[in-house]
C-alpha cells in the first residue's frame, strides 16, 4: 500500500479512500468499515429512507458482508453508482464489494477482471405492455417503440432478441428506471423492458396496475450477483460465503427469530453448529471469526427474509420466490455445504 | 522587454544575468516553465502507462472495428446492429451535430426575436419576455431539458390516440392528414424525388442567381438614381414562381410521402422523434434566454442619436432598426454570441438525460459500457468536441471580421 | 402693447382658464394601458396573446399545485387523500417535500449535525464581504483569510490541528518571505514557494497527527461521501471557483504576458478545456483521473470531481480576467512601468487590483454557470439535488412522483441564482458609477 504523505494528510479528513491493494479485508478492517457499490436507486433493491438509511434488497447484501466482517451491520458505507461508473468504481478500489444487480457475464468475469461470487437474484428481461394494446407475445411488438435502461445488457439481448425474431422496433433509451416508468406510463413507448424483477416493481407502484401485462416471454437469463475484483480469493471467499450463509440459515430453518436460541448452545443439526461457530473453526478458516455467519445472518435475517423484507410478496413490490426459492422447493438456491 | 537604451558593458556572460539580466530573465522564464510543464506531462503520461501495464490494459483502437450489436433510435444514416462501432459513433457525432445545428438557428431566432421584444414598448410583452429570460438562465439546463421532455412526452397524444376509438371517431386527428404531433415525434410529409425532378432543383438555383442580380440592379439603381424600387415582393416571385411552374410543366415529378398510422407507430414521412425535439427546444430556449440578453445589450450599445438620426432623415422605425441599428449593433453581439454557440454546442452532450444518441450517447456512451475502453472513448469524443469548437470559432471570427467597421 | 391688441384683435381674453382635466384616454390608467398594451394593432394581439398564455400557465399551475397534501406520508396516502377529497389525483403530492426537503438540502449529513454546514454558509457569506462589497474594517480581512479553514473544519469534522497546521503553512511562507526578502527578492519568493511545499509535504501530518494524540480537540468527522443534494452543489461550485482563482489569474496573466512559450501554452490549456464539454470531463474524473496519479493512490469521487471542476472554472476565470486586464487603460500600464516598477510589482500593485475589480461580476456569473453545471455530476453517481430525486424516486413510498421534487429543485436553484445575477448586475452598475 504505497501512498504519499500529502495523501496521507489528506485521510485523516476522511477524504481518500483507501487504495486498492491485494488483501482488501486487512484494508477493510483498516478502515472500518466496508465499502459497498449499489445503484443511485432501484426501487426494492436499493434506496435511501428519509433519513439517508440505504435499504433493499442489495443493501441488505452489503450490511451481512459488513456484518460478518466486524459484527455490526451499519459498518458499511454505501456509495451510489451508475451503470457507467459501477466497474470503474470496483476496479480502482474505491468499492470493496459491488452488489448493484448487475448481470453475471462472460466477458464480465474474464476481461474486466472482476469474480462475481454467486447470484442473490435469478432474473431474466422481460417485457411491460399496457392491456388495451392488446398484445399477448412479444413477437407480436414488431414496430413498436421500446423504452431500455442505458448501460446494461439489456439493449443487447433485445436487439438479439428482435433481429433473431425479424422485427423491428425504435428505442428509446431511458437513464433511470424512474424515468423509464414516467415515460412508458405517459405512453411514449408502447412496452418497456428491463429485469423482470423490476417490471413487476414498477407494475405495483402504477395508481392502476391491473392495466398493464407482463407478458409471458422472459428473452434472457440475467443472474444478479455481488462482484469483487479478481485476484483477491481470500476477499472472494467472504463475499461469497456470506451470501451462501444466508441461503443455507433458510435451508437451515435459521431465522433472525431463533438463532440467539440456536447459536447459544450447540444443536442436534451438525451443519447448523458449524455454521454458527458453535461447533469447528469455520470462521477462521476465511480469516473472521467464529460467530462470522451468526451476525451476517442476524444483520437482516436469512436470505427468505431479506427476500420477503424488501421485494416479497406482502411488499407493494410483491415478487414470488419463482426461480429464487430453495431448491428444495423447486428454486435454484442451492448452497455448497458448510463443512 | 528591455527598457535599456544605452548598449550595456561588454561583459563576459555569467549564470547569475539569466535571473538579473532582463535580457535573458524572460528566455530563463520561459525555459523553465517548458521545462514544468514536460516534467508534469511527462509524469501523468508515466503514470498512466504503470497504471495500464499494472491493470494489463492496452490502449487499442481495435474495438472500433468490432460489432456494435445495439440499435440506435435516430440515425441519419443507415445503421444496424450488426455494424461497427465506428459507424455507430459516427451515427452519434452526426446526431450531435444536427442537434447543434439545428440548435443554434432556432436560438438566434429566439434570442433575437426575444430581444426586439424585450425592448418593446408594450409592458407586458417586455414584462413576459424578462420572465422568460430570467426563467431559464437561473434553472440549470438539466433541468428544463428534463422539463421539457416530461412534457412532452405528458402533454402530446400517444400514436393509438389517431386510431378511430369504437364509437368511429378518433381521440386525436392529424393536422390536414399530413402533420402528426405525437409523444414519440412529430411527423410531417417527406418529399420523394421522382424521375427529372433534378430539373426543378437546378430551377431553383437558377432562380436563386437571378434574385440576387435583381437585388444588385435595384442597389445600383438605388445609388445612381435613388429610385427605389420593391424589394420583398419581386425576390419573393422570383424565386418561388418559376419553381412552381416547373414543377407543373414536368407532370409533377416531386411527390410527398405522408406518415400513416401503421400498427404501433406512424410510418413514412419525416420523423423527429420526441428527444430531439425535447433537446433541441430546451437547448434552445436556454440558449436563446442568454442570446436575448445579448442582442438587448448590443441594441442598447447603439447610441441614442443613430436611431434619431434615421428618424430625422425620415427612415420608418422598422427600416431603421434593420438598416442603422442591427448592423451596428451586430458587431456588439457576435463575440458574446460565438460563445453561446459553443456553450449549445457542448451542452448538445447532455442529450443522455433523454436518451437522444448524440456521439456521448454512443460512443461515450454504450460502446464505452460494452467495451470497457473508457481512455480510449474519452480520447476521441474530447477530440472531437475540440475540433467542433475550434471549427465553430473559425466560422464565427470570419463572420466577425466581415462585420467589422470598415473604415474608409 | 395691450392699446394695440384691443383694437386689432376683436377678442382678447382677459383671465386664465381654468386647468381641465386632460381627456379620459389620455390620463391614468386608460393612457398608460393605450400606450403600452395597445398602441398599434400588432401590439394589441402580442398583448392578448400574452395575456392568454399567462392565464393558461399561471391557472394551471395553481390548480396543480394547491393541494393540501402535506401531510401525507407516502404516493399512495395522497392519492387516497385526494380521492377523499374529490379532486383529481393528477394534483400536487407535497408530502414528498415534507418527507425530503432535509435530504434534498444536506444529501446524508448526519441529521443532528445539521447545524455545521448551516454555519459554515453563514461563515462563507461573511467571509465574502470584503471581497464583495468593500466597506469591512480591516481586521476582518483577517477573519476572511481564516474562513476558508473553518469553513473545512465545520464540513468535514476532524480534530482541528490539520486546518491549523495547513494554515501554519502559509504563515510560515509569508515569514520566510518577510526575513528574505532583505537579501534578496527572487530568493525570497523561492524560498516563500519552497518551505511551505516542504513543511506541507514532510511536516505538516505528523505533526497534525501528534497534535491530534495529544490533545484530541475536534468536531466528529464526516465523509465527503455523506455530502449531498444542495449542499455538494455549493461546496463543489465555491471549492472550486475559490481554488481556481489563482490558477486562473496565472493563466490569464501568461495569456497576456509577451513571454512566447508561456502565451501559447496557456493558450493551449484554456482552449482544450473550454473546447470541451463539462461532462466529459466529469466523466475522465470519475473513469479515469486515477490513471493519471501514481499506482496506488485513491481519492475520492468528490474530491476527483472538485479537482476536475477547479481546472475547468480556472480556464473560464482565465478569460473572465483576460478581459478585466485589457480593460484596464493602457496608461496604468505604462505609469508602473515608467516608475521603474518589476513586472510582479506592477502587476500586484496597478494592474490586478483594478482589473480583479472589473472582473468580480463576471467572476460571479461564471460561478452561477458552475453552480447550475454541479447537476451534472448525477451523471457519475454522485447525489447532488437531481441524483437525489431519483433516489427518492426508487423508495417504495415516492415510487412514481415526479414534478413536486423537480419543481422544488428548480425553485431553490432559481432563487439562488436570481440573486446572485441581481447582485452582479448591481456591481456592474457600481463600477460603471465609479468609472465614470
Known sequence: MKKTVLFGTLTIAGLTAAAASAATLDDVKARGHLNCGVTTGLTGFAAPDANGVWEGFDVDVCRAVAAAIFGDKNAVEFVPTTGETRFTALSSGEIDLLARNTTWTFSRDTELKFDFVGVNYYDGQGFIVPKALGVTSAKDLDGATVCIQTGTTTELNLADYFRANNITYQPVPIQTNAEGQQQYLAGACDTYTTDASGLAATRATFENPEDHVLLPEIISKEPLGPLVRHGDNEWGDIAMWTLNALIAAEELGITSANIGEMSAAPTNNPEVNRLLGTEGELGAMIGLSNDWAKNAIMAGGNYGEIFERNIGENTPIGLARGLNAQWTDGGLLYSPPFR | MSSMTDSPPRESFRLSQLIYDTRYRSLTIQVVTLLLVCAGVYWLINNLLVNLTAKDLEPSFSFLQSRAGYDIGTTLIPYTNADTHLRAAYVGILNTLLVAALGIVLATIIGVLAGVARLSKNWIVSRLMAVYVEGFRNVPLLLWILLIYAVFSESTPQPRDFRPGPDGTAASSMIWDSFAVTNRGFYMPAPVWGPSSEILGIVFLASILAAFLYRRYAKKLLYDTGRLLPMVWPIFAILIVPVVLAFFVMGRPVTLDYPVLKGFNFGGGIQISNPLMALWLALSLYTGAFITEIVRAGILSVSKGQSEAAAALGVRPNRAMSLVILPQAMRVIIPPLTSQYLNLTKNSSLAIAVGYPDVKATLGGITLNQTGRALECMLLMGLFYLALSLVISFVMNIINNSMKLQER | MSDTHAQTVAFVREGMLDQQPPPTREAGTVKWVRENLFPTWLNAILTIVSLYVIWVVVSTFVMWAFSPTWNATSLSECRQMLEELGRSTETACWGVIRDRWEQLLFGFYPSDLYWRPTVALIVLLAGLGPVLFGTFPRWFMGFSLASPFLIFLLLWGGPIWLPLTVALGFGLGVVAFRVFSRVNQIVAVLVAIVIPLLYWLLLAWPLASELARVMPIGLEPVQSKQFGGFMLSIVIGVTAIVLSLPLGILLALG??????????????????????????????????????????????????????????????????????????????????????????????????????????????????????????????????????????????????????????????????????????????????????
Request: proline share 4%.
Open chain 3, 255 to 436: 495569456r497576456a504576458s509577451n513571454l512566447f512559450i508561456v502565451t501559447k501554452l496557456s493558450v493551449v490549456f484554456i482552449e482544450i478545456i473550454r473546447g470541451v464539454p463539462l461532462i466529459v470531463w466529469l466523466f475522465t474524473a470519475s473513469l479515469l483521473l486515477n490513471y493519471f496519479l501514481p499506482p496506488g493512490t485513491n481519492f475520492d469521487l468528490t474530491l476527483r470531481v472538485i479537482i476536475m471542476v477547479t481546472l475547468f472554472s480556472a480556464a473560464y476565470i482565465a478569460e473572465v480576467v483576460r478581459g478585466g486586464l485589457s480593460a484596464v487603460p493602457k496608461g496604468q500600464y505604462e505609469g508602473a512601468n515608467s516608475l521603474g516598477l518589476s513586472y510582479w510589482q506592477s502587476m500586484q500593485l496597478i494592474v490586478l487590483p483594478q482589473a480583479l475589480k472589473i472582473s468580480i461580476p463576471g467572476i460571479v456569473n461564471t460561478f452561477i454557470g458552475l453552480f447550475k453545471d454541479t447537476t451534472l455530476v448525477l451523471f457519475i453517481g454522485l447525489l447532488d439535488p437531481l441524483g437525489l430525486i431519483n433516489s427518492i424516486r426508487a423508495s417504495t413510498d415516492w415510487n412514481g412522483i415526479y414534478w413536486e421534487l423537480y419543481v422544488f429543485v428548480a425553485l431553490l436553484f432559481f432563487v439562488a441564482c436570481f440573486s446572485m445575477g441581481r447582485y452582479s448586475l448591481h456591481l456592474e452598475k457600481k463600477l460603471q458609477r465609479e468609472h465614470r
